[in-house]
Protein backbone atom coordinates (compact mmCIF):
# COMPACT_ATOMS: atom_id res chain seq x y z
CA UNK A 1 0.00 0.00 0.00
CA UNK A 2 2.62 2.26 1.20
CA UNK A 3 4.08 2.02 -2.30
CA UNK A 4 1.30 2.60 -4.15
CA UNK A 5 0.67 5.50 -2.35
CA UNK A 6 4.59 7.18 -2.38
CA UNK A 7 3.88 6.94 -6.31
CA UNK A 8 0.54 9.54 -6.64
CA UNK A 9 0.89 13.14 -6.57
CA UNK A 10 -0.90 15.26 -4.06
CA UNK A 11 -3.98 15.37 -5.83
CA UNK A 12 -5.05 13.11 -8.88
CA UNK A 13 -7.21 14.53 -11.31
CA UNK A 14 -9.42 13.35 -14.71
CA UNK A 15 -10.73 15.05 -17.03
CA UNK A 16 -13.87 13.54 -19.34
CA UNK A 17 -14.97 15.10 -22.26
CA UNK A 18 -17.87 14.51 -25.02
CA UNK A 19 -17.95 16.41 -28.36
CA UNK A 20 -20.73 14.63 -30.88
CA UNK A 21 -22.17 16.21 -33.72
CA UNK A 22 -25.22 15.74 -34.23
CA UNK A 23 -26.01 17.86 -37.37
CA UNK A 24 -23.44 19.74 -39.58
CA UNK A 25 -23.17 20.86 -43.03
CA UNK A 26 -20.16 23.55 -44.78
CA UNK A 27 -19.23 24.77 -48.05
CA UNK A 28 -16.32 26.82 -49.34
CA UNK A 29 -13.98 27.09 -52.11
CA UNK A 30 -10.03 26.76 -52.02
CA UNK A 31 -9.37 29.79 -50.17
CA UNK A 32 -12.69 30.12 -47.08
CA UNK A 33 -15.08 27.84 -45.73
CA UNK A 34 -18.21 28.32 -43.76
CA UNK A 35 -19.62 25.42 -41.76
CA UNK A 36 -23.14 24.76 -39.82
CA UNK A 37 -23.10 22.80 -36.69
CA UNK A 38 -25.10 21.12 -33.54
CA UNK A 39 -23.01 19.40 -30.97
CA UNK A 40 -23.98 17.75 -28.11
CA UNK A 41 -21.17 18.83 -25.03
CA UNK A 42 -20.07 17.56 -21.66
CA UNK A 43 -17.59 17.80 -19.48
CA UNK A 44 -16.52 16.43 -16.14
CA UNK A 45 -13.70 17.33 -13.89
CA UNK A 46 -13.06 14.86 -10.69
CA UNK A 47 -10.29 15.87 -8.60
CA UNK A 48 -9.11 13.05 -5.52
CA UNK A 49 -6.83 14.24 -2.88
CA UNK A 50 -4.11 11.54 -2.37
CA UNK A 51 -5.76 10.98 1.48
CA UNK A 52 -8.79 9.29 -0.12
CA UNK A 53 -6.58 6.45 -1.78
CA UNK A 54 -4.63 5.90 1.71
CA UNK A 55 -8.21 5.97 3.22
CA UNK A 56 -9.65 3.16 0.70
CA UNK A 57 -5.53 1.12 0.56
CA UNK A 58 -6.36 0.82 4.83
CA UNK A 59 -9.76 -0.89 4.37
CA UNK A 60 -11.29 1.05 7.21
CA UNK A 61 -8.35 0.19 9.54
CA UNK A 62 -8.44 1.48 12.60
CA UNK A 63 -6.78 5.50 12.78
CA UNK A 64 -7.62 8.90 12.36
CA UNK A 65 -7.64 10.07 8.30
CA UNK A 66 -8.19 13.95 7.07
CA UNK A 67 -9.47 13.76 3.48
CA UNK A 68 -9.64 17.59 2.38
CA UNK A 69 -10.30 19.39 -1.26
CA UNK A 70 -12.63 16.42 -3.24
CA UNK A 71 -14.23 18.33 -6.02
CA UNK A 72 -16.44 16.84 -9.16
CA UNK A 73 -17.54 18.81 -11.85
CA UNK A 74 -19.76 18.30 -14.96
CA UNK A 75 -21.12 20.45 -17.67
CA UNK A 76 -23.91 19.07 -20.26
CA UNK A 77 -25.15 21.61 -23.01
CA UNK A 78 -25.61 21.80 -26.56
CA UNK A 79 -23.75 24.13 -28.57
CA UNK A 80 -25.05 25.64 -32.29
CA UNK A 81 -22.18 27.49 -34.04
CA UNK A 82 -21.21 28.75 -37.10
CA UNK A 83 -17.58 29.23 -38.06
CA UNK A 84 -15.68 30.68 -40.93
CA UNK A 85 -12.09 30.42 -42.08
CA UNK A 86 -10.06 32.69 -44.46
CA UNK A 87 -6.87 32.59 -46.44
CA UNK A 88 -4.91 35.36 -46.16
CA UNK A 89 -2.31 34.65 -48.90
CA UNK A 90 -0.51 31.91 -49.85
CA UNK A 91 0.69 31.23 -46.15
CA UNK A 92 -1.45 32.83 -43.56
CA UNK A 93 -5.27 31.04 -42.47
CA UNK A 94 -7.33 32.55 -39.65
CA UNK A 95 -10.83 31.79 -38.50
CA UNK A 96 -13.15 32.40 -35.84
CA UNK A 97 -16.35 30.76 -34.50
CA UNK A 98 -19.65 31.69 -32.88
CA UNK A 99 -21.28 29.62 -30.35
CA UNK A 100 -24.94 30.02 -29.16
CA UNK A 101 -25.39 27.44 -26.22
CA UNK A 102 -28.21 25.70 -24.32
CA UNK A 103 -27.21 24.70 -20.86
CA UNK A 104 -28.80 20.95 -19.71
CA UNK A 105 -27.14 20.52 -16.35
CA UNK A 106 -24.48 21.72 -14.33
CA UNK A 107 -23.20 20.26 -11.45
CA UNK A 108 -20.25 21.30 -9.07
CA UNK A 109 -19.42 19.05 -5.75
CA UNK A 110 -16.75 20.57 -3.78
CA UNK A 111 -15.89 18.08 -0.19
CA UNK A 112 -13.71 21.17 1.68
CA UNK A 113 -13.01 17.90 4.43
CA UNK A 114 -13.78 14.44 5.82
CA UNK A 115 -12.41 14.12 9.17
CA UNK A 116 -12.64 10.33 10.13
CA UNK A 117 -11.91 8.82 13.51
CA UNK A 118 -12.21 5.03 13.07
CA UNK A 119 -11.35 3.17 16.58
CA UNK A 120 -13.04 -0.28 17.07
CA UNK A 121 -15.51 0.93 19.75
CA UNK A 122 -17.00 3.29 17.74
CA UNK A 123 -16.57 5.58 14.36
CA UNK A 124 -16.66 9.80 14.66
CA UNK A 125 -16.98 11.43 11.04
CA UNK A 126 -17.49 14.68 10.33
CA UNK A 127 -17.91 16.17 6.76
CA UNK A 128 -17.52 19.75 5.22
CA UNK A 129 -18.83 20.16 1.76
CA UNK A 130 -21.02 22.29 -0.96
CA UNK A 131 -23.60 21.15 -3.61
CA UNK A 132 -24.15 23.56 -6.44
CA UNK A 133 -26.84 22.41 -9.36
CA UNK A 134 -28.77 23.77 -12.03
CA UNK A 135 -30.63 20.64 -12.78
CA UNK A 136 -34.42 21.61 -14.67
CA UNK A 137 -36.34 19.26 -14.36
CA UNK A 138 -35.14 16.98 -11.72
CA UNK A 139 -36.89 16.65 -8.00
CA UNK A 140 -35.16 16.74 -4.96
CA UNK A 141 -35.02 14.57 -2.37
CA UNK A 142 -35.22 16.76 1.12
CA UNK A 143 -35.88 15.14 4.61
CA UNK A 144 -39.74 16.66 5.47
CA UNK A 145 -38.66 17.25 9.14
CA UNK A 146 -34.87 18.81 8.87
CA UNK A 147 -34.68 19.67 4.93
CA UNK A 148 -31.62 17.49 4.77
CA UNK A 149 -30.70 17.28 1.05
CA UNK A 150 -30.62 13.33 -0.01
CA UNK A 151 -29.91 13.27 -3.78
CA UNK A 152 -31.75 13.81 -6.88
CA UNK A 153 -34.64 11.67 -8.22
CA UNK A 154 -36.53 11.66 -11.54
CA UNK A 155 -33.93 13.94 -13.54
CA UNK A 156 -35.53 14.27 -16.61
CA UNK A 157 -34.01 17.23 -18.95
CA UNK A 158 -36.83 19.17 -21.25
CA UNK A 159 -36.64 22.34 -22.84
CA UNK A 160 -33.20 24.19 -22.16
CA UNK A 161 -33.49 27.14 -19.46
CA UNK A 162 -29.57 28.20 -19.04
CA UNK A 163 -28.08 29.83 -21.63
CA UNK A 164 -24.95 31.25 -23.47
CA UNK A 165 -22.02 32.00 -25.58
CA UNK A 166 -19.11 31.51 -26.58
CA UNK A 167 -16.19 32.06 -29.28
CA UNK A 168 -13.53 30.44 -30.74
CA UNK A 169 -9.91 32.17 -32.31
CA UNK A 170 -7.52 30.37 -34.71
CA UNK A 171 -5.13 31.05 -36.88
CA UNK A 172 -2.53 28.64 -38.83
CA UNK A 173 0.95 29.60 -40.53
CA UNK A 174 1.98 27.31 -43.29
CA UNK A 175 6.32 27.41 -43.26
CA UNK A 176 5.84 26.12 -47.02
CA UNK A 177 9.15 28.43 -48.06
CA UNK A 178 11.35 27.03 -45.43
CA UNK A 179 10.13 23.44 -44.74
CA UNK A 180 7.97 21.60 -46.62
CA UNK A 181 4.70 20.26 -44.32
CA UNK A 182 5.67 22.31 -41.84
CA UNK A 183 2.46 24.51 -40.14
CA UNK A 184 2.25 26.08 -36.96
CA UNK A 185 -0.91 26.89 -35.48
CA UNK A 186 -2.73 28.31 -32.36
CA UNK A 187 -6.26 28.88 -30.93
CA UNK A 188 -8.48 29.97 -28.49
CA UNK A 189 -11.48 27.33 -27.36
CA UNK A 190 -14.87 27.63 -25.84
CA UNK A 191 -14.05 31.66 -24.84
CA UNK A 192 -17.66 32.41 -23.60
CA UNK A 193 -20.58 31.64 -20.52
CA UNK A 194 -23.74 30.29 -19.69
CA UNK A 195 -25.87 31.74 -17.08
CA UNK A 196 -27.43 28.79 -15.30
CA UNK A 197 -31.18 28.91 -14.41
CA UNK A 198 -32.61 27.24 -11.34
CA UNK A 199 -29.25 27.26 -9.46
CA UNK A 200 -29.89 25.52 -6.21
CA UNK A 201 -26.68 25.08 -3.34
CA UNK A 202 -26.97 22.83 -0.12
CA UNK A 203 -23.99 22.65 2.12
CA UNK A 204 -23.38 21.31 5.62
CA UNK A 205 -23.55 23.14 8.64
CA UNK A 206 -20.39 21.76 10.12
CA UNK A 207 -21.28 19.72 13.00
Do not use: C
Amino acid sequence: AQQFLDGLPDAAQFTVGLNMDIFGFGFGNKNWSTSFNVKLRNSETISLPKELFGFMKASLASGDYLIENTNVNTISYLETSVTHSHKIGDNLTIGGGLKFLEGIAYADVTINEIDAKLHDSEWLVKSNGTIKASLPGATYKLDPETQTFDGVEDFKPGVPKSYGFAMDLGAEYDFKDLVDGLKVSAALMDLGFIGWAEMNTFATNNN
